[in-house]
C-alpha cells in the first residue's frame, strides 16, 4: 500500500510510552499508508538542551499531516505548541460506555456524548499575579466583596472572547447536526455573567444559523449532577475551557475511568489526538497502563486523515476485546499487561 500519510507519533513521559508503544503496535498490524515519524520518549529527550529539544520537536510536528500524542509531565516538548502554536480551538472527548467496561453507575449501557471543550481561552491563558495589581489598576469597586488580606492574595484572570466562542460554537453545532442535532451548553451563568453568561449568549446566536438544531443551558454545577443522574440525555455537551478539563474526567468515571477516555484536539488546519489519563506516574514501569484510550484516540485520528474503514476496524476490535472480558488490564478488573491487551486487540483485528 502507497504511503501518502505522515503521522507524527510523540509517547511521551512516565508511563504514557508504554501505552503508546502497545498502540502503535496495533496500528501497525492495520496496513495503514501511514509513515510513522517518532519523537524520542522523554526520558532520552530530556538529556538534550532545552532549546534543541523543542526545536526538534516542534519541527517533526511540523513535518507531519498529524500527531499521537501519548501525554507529558513536562519534560517532553510539544502540548503547548500544537495547542496554541496551531490553533487547536476545540477539544474533542467522547464519552462513550461499552459492554466490558467497569461503571461504577447501575445504568451505564445508553451513555454515549461527546464534550467540546474551548482549549484557548477562559482560565488557561495563563494571566494571573498578586492580587494587589489588580487593586493598582483601579478594580475598586471590586473591593467591598475582597476577604481581609486580599492585597496579599494572588489572582487568575478568565478571558472569553466573542471570536473564540464562535468558532467552537460552529464546531459543536456541526458535530451536534451530525448526530442528534441537540447540543447542551453549560457555564456558571449565575455567578459570573460577564464571561459565562456571555459565552453561552454568543453559543445561543450561532446556534440560529442551524435550522433544527436543539438548544438546551444548564448551569455547570447542575450539568456535572446531570452527568451522573442523567446522562443518557446528552448528547453534545459544549463547555468553556476550565469546566470542560473538569467535567470530561468526570464523564469518564461515569464509564469506568480515565483508562478508556480518548479526545483530540481540532484546528482549522491541524489536529492531534491523545489520550485523557495523563502520563499516569503511579504505574510507570509497571506494564500494567491501559493503552484503550490511546487506541481509541488513534480511531479518531484515523477518522480525521479518512482512513474510515480501518477506524472501524480498530473501533470494533477493541469492542470485541472488552465483550470477552478475558484479557483486560487491571483497571477493568483483569490481570492483563499493557502489551497483553495489545496482543488481545491484534487478535481481534
Known amino acids: 500500500m502507497a504511503t501518502s500519510i505522515r503521522v507524527c507519533v510523540i509517547p511521551g513521559d512516565d508511563a504514557a510510552p508504554e501505552a503508546m508503544q502497545a498502540s502503535v503496535r496495533v496500528l501497525g498490524s492495520l496496513d495503514l499508508p501511514i509513515e510513522w515519524d517518532h519523537v524520542l520518549p522523554g526520558r532520552e529527550l530530556s538529556e538534550l538542551d532545552a532549546a534543541e529539544r523543542d526545536a ?9 499531516d498529524t500527531v499521537l500524542f ?11 505548541y500544537m495547542r496554541w502554536g496551531k490553533l487547536t480551538f476545540a477539544n474533542v472527548r ?11 453507575l447501575k445504568d451505564a449501557e445508553e451513555i454515549d456524548y461527546v464534550i467540546v471543550r474551548e482549549n484557548l481561552e477562559d482560565m488557561y491563558v495563563g494571566i494571573m ?17 475582597l476577604p481581609a488580606g486580599a492585597e496579599d492574595g494572588r489572582f487568575a484572570a478568565k478571558i472569553i472572547t466573542r471570536p473564540g466562542t464562535e468558532q467552537v460554537a460552529r464546531f459543536a453545532c456541526e458535530l451536534a447536526l451530525e448526530r442528534s442535532a441537540k447540543l447542551t451548553v453549560s457555564a456558571k451563568t449565575n455567578m459570573l455573567p460577564a464571561t459565562d453568561r456571555w459565552f ?29 443522574i442523567r446522562p443518557h440525555d446528552v448528547d453534545v455537551l459544549l463547555l468553556p475551557n476550565l469546566y470542560g478539563d473538569v467535567l470530561s474526567d468526570l464523564g469518564a468515571g461515569t464509564i469506568g475511568g480515565l483508562g478508556l477516555a480518548p479526545s483530540g484536539c481540532y484546528g482549522n488546519e491541524f489536529a492531534y489526538f491523545e489520550s485523557a489519563h495523563g502520563t ?32 472501524d476496524r480498530l473501533n470494533n476490535a ?6 470477552s472480558g478475558s484479557v483486560l488490564t487491571p483497571d477493568q478488573g483483569g490481570d492483563a499487561g499493557t502489551e497483553e491487551f495489545a496482543d488481545a486487540v491484534i487478535g481481534a483485528l
Open 56 to 64: 526538534l520537536v516542534h519541527a517533526q510536528i511540523d513535518a507531519a
Open 70 to 80: 501519548g501525554a507529558t509531565n513536562g519534560t517532553t516538548p510539544g502540548a503547548r
Open 94 to 104: 467522547p464519552i462513550q460506555w461499552r459492554p466490558g467496561f467497569r461503571s461504577p
Open 129 to 145: 499575579g498578586e492580587a494587589k495589581d489588580l487593586l493598582n489598576a483601579g478594580l475598586a469597586d471590586a473591593r467591598s466583596r
Open 200 to 228: 453561552c449568549e454568543i453559543v445561543q446566536e450561532i446556534t440560529q444559523e442551524y435550522p433544527g438544531l436543539q438548544y438546551e443551558e444548564f448551569i455547570v454545577d447542575d450539568m456535572a449532577h446531570r452527568l451522573v
Open 280 to 311: 499516569a506516574p503511579d504505574i510507570a514501569g509497571m506494564g500494567i497502563i491501559n493503552p484503550t484510550a490511546t487506541l481509541l484516540s488513534a480511531t479518531m485520528m484515523l477518522r480525521y486523515l479518512n482512513l474510515n474503514t480501518a477506524a
Open 318 to 323: 477493541i469492542g470485541d476485546v472488552y465483550l
